[in-house]
């Protein structure tokens, strides 16, 4: 888990080879692994994380594939993340994450920064790497993280106000139209919009699938797919690939997989 409390600036000092902080700006630990099938490039960029007190490197990989495992059972803050390895490229890698940690791409290839940054990389690094380029990268981290925390409260504070007696109120074209949360079968995503299907409608509305992936977790709804988000209470059966409702079956995403089926145990008291 990320903690963290700094003020508006960001002033680095570097003694004896180690970064500390000017002013009481951070207490902050960044739990990071590393992947990258070069050894000599990661013992640059372990040798690099050493120096940053509150960088916390849990673990390091030579392919993406073994990186799974830990992302899945750890909380990983940032990835530092190569590009051309065998069998699954850094981006291939990126793309299957449904909630990738920050990542901060190392490549001696500049051809891929353009799709690296669609895929909101904190920052794409030319190897070789200096220390003072990766500090640079590093310094992002806080800034962007602020940005969300407070977006992460306003998300908050709009549910709250618009959730009342147990549903809220969805725009559809140029209508406010109310769901109750309790009638709610599924969410879908369909490239801008979310179709929210229910026990007595479907509705439509422009918005990302991760907005009510955040605001309904609270209420039992589970993200099985990169464009499904489900209530967990409205589930009949489930298996390795997929759920049904309302003899609806709705596949899990194989990135998901893992989460999924572990959760549902829980949720559902299976031993």
């Given at each position: 888990m990320l903690i963290y409390s700094f003020t508006e600036i960001i002033i680095l000092q570097i003694?004896?080879?180690?970064?500390?902080?000017?002013?009481?700006?951070?207490?902050?630990?960044?739990?990071?692994?590393?992947?990258?099938?070069?050894?000599?490039?990661?013992?640059?960029?372990?040798?690099?994380?050493?120096?940053?007190?509150?960088?916390?490197?849990?673990?390091?990989?030579?392919?993406?594939?073994?990186?799974?495992?830990?992302?899945?059972?750890?909380?990983?803050?940032?990835?530092?993340?190569d590009i051309e390895m065998p069998d699954l490229s850094g981006i291939d890698f990126l793309k299957t994450l449904s909630k990738p940690p920050k990542v901060i791409i190392t490549s001696a290839n500049k051809d891929y920064a353009l799709e690296g940054f669609e895929l909101n990389v904190l920052d794409y690094i030319i190897k070789p790497i200096t220390f003072e380029r990766f500090l640079k990268a590093i310094n992002k981290f806080p800034r962007e993280n602020q940005v969300e925390t407070q977006k992460h409260e306003d998300l908050q504070k709009e549910f709250k106000e618009t959730v009342k007696e147990n549903s809220l109120f969805v725009k559809e074209n140029k209508k406010m139209v109310k769901v109750y949360l309790d009638n709610i079968l599924y969410l879908e995503s369909i490239k801008d919009y979310v179709k929210?299907?229910?026990?007595?409608?479907?509705?439509?509305?422009?918005?990302?699938?991760?907005?009510?992936?955040?605001?309904?977790?609270?209420?039992?709804?589970?993200?099985?797919?990169?464009?499904?988000?489900?209530?967990?209470?409205?589930?009949?059966?489930?298996?390795?690939?997929?759920?049904?409702?309302?003899?609806?079956?709705?596949?899990?995403?194989?990135?998901?997989?893992?989460?999924?089926?572990?959760?549902?145990?829980?949720?559902?008291?299976?031993?």
């Open positions: 003694n004896s080879g180690t970064v500390t902080t000017a002013t009481k700006i951070l207490t902050m630990n960044i739990n990071c692994i590393i992947i990258d099938d070069e050894p000599l490039a990661m013992a640059v960029i372990e040798n690099y994380v050493q120096k940053i007190s509150y960088l916390n490197l849990i673990a390091k990989f030579d392919n993406p594939i073994d990186a799974y495992a830990i992302l899945q059972k750890e909380a990983v803050d940032l990835i530092f993340l929210i299907f229910t026990t007595r409608k479907s509705v439509i509305t422009k918005q990302q699938l991760s907005y009510y992936e955040e605001l309904l977790q609270p209420y039992d709804f589970l993200r099985i797919h990169r464009s499904l988000l489900v209530s967990v209470r409205k589930i009949e059966a489930f298996g390795a690939t997929s759920v049904e409702i309302e003899k609806k079956e709705l596949p899990i995403g194989r990135s998901y997989k893992e989460q999924v089926i572990e959760t549902l145990n829980k949720k559902l008291n299976i031993s």
